[in-house]
């Protein structure tokens, strides 16, 4: 289906109601063991319509596994998952990632890692040529249509990550810890560039991050990962107003905002950095 590029950047442009919602995510009890390791278990967790959910946890913990089981890249062991009141079992259309290494293609060009996605899914070539570049556009990479991921910084194949996930046009919008492997000055310009092109079109967003304060910068929610296996023991509203700015990390909200979800993992935290492989330690 192909439509003009009048109609697409209306559609860009276009500020959607962000009415309340059912939940377009829906995980209920999911348990996931690699063998012996049991990784989480008796996860719930919920994303509405037009909602950022962040989940945080420490490195090890499952942020990653969990997203994989959401995507339907693996089968979890307890529980079910449910994207837009369907059962997940397998990949399927209107579900994006973005990951952390970016997961380009080095022998494409943007375009063409732009485009990969959508010839993928069977899109008509007047749609690919018409939507490559307003994606491109979009996410501000305008003029490097025929560059190489390896002549961009790290935020720029960022860029380009999110360009490819984007243009897909996903109902639901999993990231892996997008900005964990650019620099710190990047990563502010690029949570800002993501909740920008967020307010243009909201979409279903489940953001993992290890970042507290990006969790909370991002999310309508911040959902805590912990223990061994992890849970999810509690969920926290962040009321901080969107759009957000920079002004929102200075403020008293956030800071306090961030100091609960800190004192909900200190514990995990000081965990994470004392565990040593095959050791556990008797406590
Ligand atoms: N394919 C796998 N086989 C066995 N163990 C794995 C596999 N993938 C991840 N793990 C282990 O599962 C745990 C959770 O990993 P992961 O989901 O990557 O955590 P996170 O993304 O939170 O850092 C870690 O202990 C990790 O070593
Ligand atoms: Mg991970």
Known sequence: MSRSAAALRADLTARPERAASSARIRVAGLGKRYGALEVFTAVDLEVGEREIVALVGPSGCGKTTLLRCIDGLLPADEGEIFIEGERVSEPRAG??????HFGLFPWKTVAENVAYGLKLAG???????????AFINLVGLKGFEHV?????????????????????EPSVLLMDEPFAAVDAQTREILQFELLRIWELRPT???????SIE????????????KGRPSRIPEIIAVDLPRPRTRETLTSPRFASLREQVWNTLKDEARRAEFAMEGHERSR
């Open 123 to 133: 899109a008509a070539k007047s749609e690919i040529a018409e939507k490559v570049p």
């Open 214 to 225: 990006e969790a909370v910068l991002m999310g309508d929610r911040v959902a805590v990962l």
């Open 95 to 100: 579900v994006a990632m973005v990951f952390q």
């Open 204 to 210: 279903t967003m489940l953001f993992v991050t290890h």
């Open 148 to 168: 190489y991921p390896y002549q961009m910084s790290g935020g720029m194949q960022q860029r380009c990550g999110l360009a490819r996930a984007l243009a897909l």
